[in-house]
């Protein structure tokens, strides 16, 4: 498996758990289930892809300006993260924000797996791309147990 393979793998899941977020109403036991579970994904997903993917490429004179607009995106997403989770779960402005998530989540999904890969694939080597997944999913794993009991626990 090479990174672009394993990054899309949370990729998937981000876009499951989003349009799952967006159907939602309500302050329900659903509700705060799947924004946690997108919540950790997200969470999960970004300390690894920083570290073992946008680090590496911001290393090189080609990668720099390609990866600060993805790390924008991405503080963009930490932000609507936090309004979410600041504003009660019943209120008319938790789903539109969640919707905004849901947009901004796509959109750079999108923009990185149909632009920002491409270009990053001929930045890194083969066997750069292959001890990058291996370490993008050994951290990532890492996160996202790091974070599990603290869901399971909530939603007993």
Do not use: C
Not at 52 to 76: K, V, W
Not at 98 to 108: I, K, N, S, Y
């Amino acid at each position: 498996m090479n990174i672009f393979e394993a990054l899309s793998i949370s990729h998937d899941v981000q876009r499951d758990l989003s349009g799952k977020l967006v159907e939602t109403s309500g302050d329900t036991s659903e509700r705060r289930k799947i924004f946690a579970l997108l919540k950790n994904e997200l969470f999960a997903h970004a300390v690894a892809e920083d570290r073992y993917f946008y680090i590496p490429l911001m290393m090189t004179d080609s990668g720099l300006n390609l990866t600060r607009h993805a790390l924008s995106e991405h503080r963009a997403m930490d932000e609507i993260l936090g309004s979410l989770t600041e504003t009660d779960f019943s209120h008319s402005r938790w789903l539109i924000l969640a919707r905004r998530l849901f947009e901004t989540v796509h959109q750079h999904l999108q923009q990185e797996e149909y632009h920002f890969f491409q270009q990053a694939s001929k930045i890194l080597d083969e066997n750069q791309k292959l001890a990058l997944a291996k370490k993008y999913m050994a951290e990532y794993k890492k996160y996202k147990a790091k974070f599990k009991d603290e869901l399971i626990d909530e939603f007993k």
